[in-house]
């Protein structure tokens, strides 16, 4: 947990995701929230065993969780939360916010970023409503992302609706793909302006990511 969850923060972003690999995107996002909702804090929570993604291969948790230090290094807002990665078993957006709600101030307020491609599922997840009642989402709108999810939010939540649980921001116009970049570095390709140069290093180091990965996350 970083320094600031011991110093009485108001407001803090989560910015949960797999991250295989981090890349310039999710940095965007985060600052996107950040500086829209002036939070004091953002919180990247790399995925240990996402049940979403049960049955794809995914990247070693230790280079994930690697990666998202280095990402978010050069930033005094960001810091990097591996409760899900030390959790075992699959890992639940619920468990990890129940987790975070006891190391917080009660007044603290807690904004859990997704982008508005998630919300058509978000009634899939492990108890929605406790999230709802958790946190309030920050969702934010991505180009080319189906345009019915806060409807579709709207009617199987409304109360969270009516009671301000969701938030909606507009993105970044530029958008990546975890999935596209893992496909590019199969094939030897730079990734370079696409992810953080350090984190480019480190895959180059590792020699990750040499045998393409299947699936589409963010």
């Known amino acids: 947990m970083p320094a600031t969850a011991t110093e009485n923060p108001r407001r803090v972003g989560l910015l949960g995701g797999t991250f295989d690999p981090p890349h310039l995107g999710h940095l965007m996002i985060a600052e996107t929230a950040r500086v829209a909702l ?101 969702v934010i709108e991505r180009p080319g992302g189906p345009s019915d999810g806060m409807e579709t939010l709207a009617r199987r939540f409304p109360s969270a609706i009516a009671n301000g649980a969701v938030v909606s921001l507009a993105g970044p116009r530029v958008d990546f793909s975890a999935s596209e970049l893992r496909r590019t570095l ?14 480019a290093q480190y895959i180059t180091e590792h020699h990750l990511y040499r045998t393409e990965c299947s699936g589409n996350d963010d």
Not at 38 to 67: C, D, N, Y
Not at 115 to 128: A, I, N, T, Y
Request: net charge negative; charged share 25%; aromatic share 10%.
């Open 38 to 138: 002036q939070l004091e804090s953002v919180l990247f929570v790399p995925a240990g065993e996402p049940w979403l993604k049960s049955g794809q291969q995914i990247t070693a948790a230790t280079h994930r969780l690697r990666m998202v230090e280095l990402a978010v290094a050069d930033n005094p807002y960001f810091h990097v939360c591996d409760c899900e990665i030390r959790r075992s078993g699959a890992t639940y957006t619920v468990d990890t916010l129940h987790e975070l709600r006891s190391a917080y101030p009660g007044d603290a307020e807690l904004y859990f970023i997704v982008g508005s491609d998630v919300l058509c599922e978000f009634h899939r997840w492990k108890e929605p409503e406790s999230i709802l009642a958790l946190c309030r989402l920050a």
């Open 186 to 199: 199969a094939t030897g390709r730079s990734v370079r302006y696409q992810v953080p140069d350090a984190v």
